[in-house]
């Protein structure tokens, strides 16, 4: 039964992978998106082969881990983490477009604004917001979820009017007197990260491991451009196509096990 059971736990892994995938490629085009990745791991029945096997475990992308021959393990797709290379910026003229920039390779894409929101930490890499309101004031918010954006201090961004400037170090103005400075943080451990919709995301670690960075010289946010999601297409599709062979594989795998369990049935009652 064990080659029965790991054909099918790898056909289950390997569904849930394209959900990922297809997930992905809906938001090839959503500014600012994360590519979800995916790993894969072999798992015991007693979960006890690292210790029975020591340094014989390989965690590899989109494959099972590597065992010896005789053991019996079952792929185990991990949670997601985040692919947090920036995407392209383009220049749009839209002064609700806000996207952010960094040459610092210890920062790169772990850079996000922040959003105020009930439901714990929520961060947006987006670069479009609106102007709505909010309790009676006028705020800035994330187009998507239509959360508040942060700033400094952890107070919401109020505006006066619906006419702005953002300096590069995340300055708000308006009127020709500074109002607001935009919070931007990076997060300790970006597998924290997850996608909860309307491109937002929510950081599952402590308040702590969020850490507000300082703009205007290596960060800086610029206004008028906007970030693309770092989702390429082709990978994706390529992925895709991957995916569908191994579940091909698995599903191969299941019929043969099963044809060869039922003759060996056969021929022992006969």
Do not use: C
């Amino acid at each position: 039964m064990n080659d029965m059971f790991t054909a099918v736990s790898g056909a289950i892994a390997q569904e849930r992978r394209l959900g990922r995938i297809t997930h992905n490629l809906a938001n090839a085009h959503t500014s600012g998106f994360r590519r979800d990745t995916m790993r894969f791991v072999a798992e015991s029945p007693d979960f006890a082969f690292q210790d029975a096997w020591p340094g014989q475990v390989q965690n590899v992308d989109h494959s099972k881990a590597v065992l010896p021959s005789s053991a019996i393990a079952y792929p185990v797709l991990q949670p997601a983490a985040l692919d947090l290379t920036p995407g392209e910026l383009s220049p749009t003229g839209d002064p609700l477009d806000l996207a952010i920039s960094s040459s610092d390779p210890a920062i790169g894409g772990n850079a996000f604004f922040e959003l105020q929101s009930t439901q714990g930490k929520r961060l947006t890499r987006s670069s479009n917001f609106i102007i709505g309101l909010k309790n009676g004031e006028k705020m800035l918010l994330a187009s998507g979820s239509q959360l508040p954006v942060l700033g400094q201090g952890g107070h919401p961004v109020t505006l006066n009017s619906d006419s702005f400037e953002v300096t590069k170090d995340g300055g708000v103005w308006q009127d020709g007197k500074q109002i607001a400075r935009l919070k931007l943080v990076a997060v300790a451990d970006t597998v924290q990260l997850r996608h909860v919709g309307e491109n937002a995301l929510a950081y599952d670690g402590e308040e702590k491991e969020l850490h507000e960075l300082e703009l205007g010289e290596t960060t800086v946010v610029l206004q008028g451009y906007e970030e693309s999601s770092n989702v390429s297409v082709i990978d994706e599709l390529m992925r895709m196509i991957q995916v569908q062979r191994n579940f091909d594989a698995m599903t191969k795998s299941i019929q043969t096990s099963d044809e060869t369990r039922t003759r060996l049935i056969t021929n022992a009652m006969s």
